[in-house]
């Protein structure tokens, strides 16, 4: 986390990134009794351009207070509708770009107003113009989609919902009990059937999704009828379906002028009306491929920017546009200030894995993304926010970004989810090695068909060195850290993807949100440094119903003295106890041994660090209002 802390201060913190480790419609109408006088947003009456807001007319002027899932505050101008009749001036008239007005001399090379370098991207759109190439896929590409996309999805009927039964979640906020809550996704398709589109509904099939998770019967609903959101939910969830799906379908419903349906090649720069803002290009890349699946054989064209790729590349691709732009946050801000890239038609905002944004030292480029470059603003926008852990920085940053919010905890929050086997193992340093290979014989020789272990350490030289060691005793490793390319973290993931490789050495660049089927244990062969870390690490297994296992060393020195952190390790009792995990004997003599006696939380036991509580069940009247949901109104200035 060093080399991030180093990088704050560097006004070419986005070059100096790609060195380091994690830079690396038809029944509009029909429901409006049921679902209240004034469909979706009072706003909505004048878009005429969406499947629901045909029942709208009369009643535009309705009380919010008659719309049961909308806030008692005034609705917010709905930000599709802005987006889209932004997009149709600037698409439906072919002057806007091209016969000599302020815009088009703006981007010539003798009037370029804006800051950095986008030759690369104005290049191609000439290029695009006079050769005539369109945003949309041809015909092979989708057929080549179909088979890529979809390959081998095992769907999730064999998974072990049974599990779920038990989960327990808490949803609160204004009117959060009158947005249903449905048990499949062919109930969904019905009960919500104004608001998804056909196309995304087939896109889901094809994905073989049945039954949802926990967090999507929640979270989905709460999305598609538009109310922000931050959702806590525990490793392998489905988080991302969970904010795809109705962001995708309002997406489709609402943006009357896709990019991918225009007829002749997109002009200008690249303006997204969803963006989604992940911490890692792995996690970067895969949000991407899911997209891409809920937006398949759509007009709707998503792309994706991100470091250590190189920056010309990426601009010939969103030189075409982008309906959906998935990105972290250092080359989204590179592209913003190069003039490549606005923000400013931005209907859906997404923060994926937030927490880990901000401990990466993102919250300083986010803040500029969102309030410094005319992004609508959290009145005037849907921002959802997804994470396994919710500290209590995250909380705080969730009140500047999200407007009357609805709070979904499923599980216990930042916790390990039950379906992973938690094993420790006593170890001194100089044993380790040895200690690892015992395990993965010992997994070799009873795993299921291709099943993989993804072993994780805590430096990048570590990292190199075990799994040269790995490959010379005829494994099939890969590795995963900020010493290699790009494209050999590329090529290294797919390898681990596809079965090619066995076994998988990486830092904590692999430990966060990444889906990888079938990998059937985890093994911490350095014992993170963080809680958070450790919960995000085994959560690669486990995942969404299978059964997982991970073995973790605890190194001690010769004496019996723990060498880990011991606020780690206090941490690590409560997260094995919750989960329902055996304890060994050892463990907690260990502990308090080693302890200091005052824990990571303040010294007082609480748990609350890890996601406990929502803030605003914290705040005093003085603050907030209380906990009277019913008072509660971001439009009061009182309030604030």
């Not at 290294?492 to 692999?510: E, P």
């Not at 008072?631 to 604030?640: F, Y």
């Amino acid at each position: 986390m060093a080399d991030w802390d180093n990088q704050k201060d560097n006004q070419n913190w986005w070059e100096k990134k790609e060195k380091d480790d994690w830079s690396g419609g038809d029944n509009a109408g029909a429901n409006t009794e049921k679902w209240g006088g004034d469909d979706w947003k009072a706003d909505e009456a004048t878009t005429g351009s969406n499947g629901w807001d045909n029942s709208q007319q009369d009643n535009s002027q309705a009380s919010a207070a008659q719309d049961p899932w909308q806030p008692e505050a005034q609705a917010p101008a709905d930000p599709w509708a802005a987006a889209a009749a932004s997009k149709s001036d600037d698409w439906g008239n072919s002057s806007s770009w091209g016969n000599g007005n302020a815009k088009a001399d703006s981007w010539g090379a003798s009037a370029d107003p804006v800051k950095g370098d986008g030759k690369a991207f104005w290049e191609a759109q000439e290029y695009y113009k006079s050769n005539g190439t369109l945003p949309r896929k041809q015909d092979w590409e989708m057929e080549s989609d179909d088979s890529r996309l979809f390959q081998e999805r095992l769907g999730n009927d064999s998974l072990d919902f049974s599990r779920y039964d038990s989960v327990p979640v808490e949803v609160s906020g204004q009117k959060s009990d009158a947005i249903p809550v449905v048990d499949s996704f062919e109930r969904m398709y019905t009960e919500f059937k104004e608001c998804i589109p056909d196309a995304l509904v087939d896109n889901v099939r094809r994905c073989m999704y049945n039954k949802p998770t926990p967090v999507q019967k929640y979270a989905i609903p709460v999305g598609l009828v538009g109310r922000d959101v931050m959702c806590c939910a525990q490793t392998g969830s489905g988080k991302t379906a969970a904010f795809l799906f109705p962001v995708i379908g309002r997406m489709m419903q609402g943006l009357g002028n896709p990019v991918g349906g225009l007829t002749e090649p997109f002009q200008g720069a690249c303006k997204p009306d969803t963006l989604i803002l992940s911490p890692t290009r792995e996690l970067c890349i895969q949000i991407h491929e899911e997209a891409l699946k809920f937006c398949h054989r759509t007009p709707y064209r998503c792309d994706l920017c991100y470091g250590g790729k190189q920056t010309k590349d990426q601009m010939w691709e969103i030189a075409k546009g982008a309906d959906v732009l998935v990105a972290t946050p250092g080359r989204l801000n590179d592209f913003i200030g190069r003039g490549i890239v606005g923000v400013d038609q931005v209907a859906v905002l997404v923060l994926d894995e937030a927490d880990r944004m901000l401990d990466m030292g993102f919250e300083v480029q986010i803040r500029e993304i969102c309030e410094e470059h005319s992004m609508p603003s959290k009145e005037n926008r849907q921002t959802m926010m997804f994470s396994a852990t919710f500290p209590e920085k995250c909380q705080v940053m969730a009140q500047d970004f999200l407007f009357d919010y609805i709070w979904i905890g499923v599980g216990i929050i930042g916790g390990a989810v039950d379906t992973v086997e938690q094993e420790l193992r006593k170890v001194s340093p100089k044993e380790k090695y040895e200690a690892l290979f015992e395990v993965l014989d010992e997994f070799f020789e009873k795993r299921a068909d291709k099943e993989r272990v993804l072993v994780f350490v805590n430096a990048k030289n570590q990292a190199r060195w075990l799994d040269e060691q790995l490959h010379e005793k005829n494994y099939d490793t890969g590795a995963l850290h900020g010493d290699l390319t790009q494209q050999e973290r590329e090529d290294n993931l797919r390898r681990f993807r596809n079965g090619d490789t066995d076994v998988m050495i990486a830092t904590d660049v692999a430990s966060r949100g990444l889906d990888i089927e079938k990998v059937g244990m985890v093994i911490n062969y350095d014992f993170p440094n963080k809680i958070d870390d450790y919960v995000h690490r085994i959560g690669r297994t486990g995942r969404i119903g299978h059964e997982g296992r991970a073995v973790s060393y605890i190194s001690v020195d010769e004496f019996g003295n723990c060498l880990e952190k011991a606020d780690v390790l206090q941490a690590l009792l409560g997260i094995m106890q919750d989960a329902k995990s055996q304890i060994p004997e050892w463990l907690e003599p260990l502990v308090s041994a080693t302890a200091s006696g005052t824990w990571a939380t303040g010294g007082d036991g609480s748990w609350d660090k890890w996601g406990g509580k929502d803030a605003r069940k914290e705040w005093s009247k003085d603050e907030g209002g209380g906990n009277d949901w019913s008072n509660w109104s971001r439009k009061e200035e009182t309030s604030w």
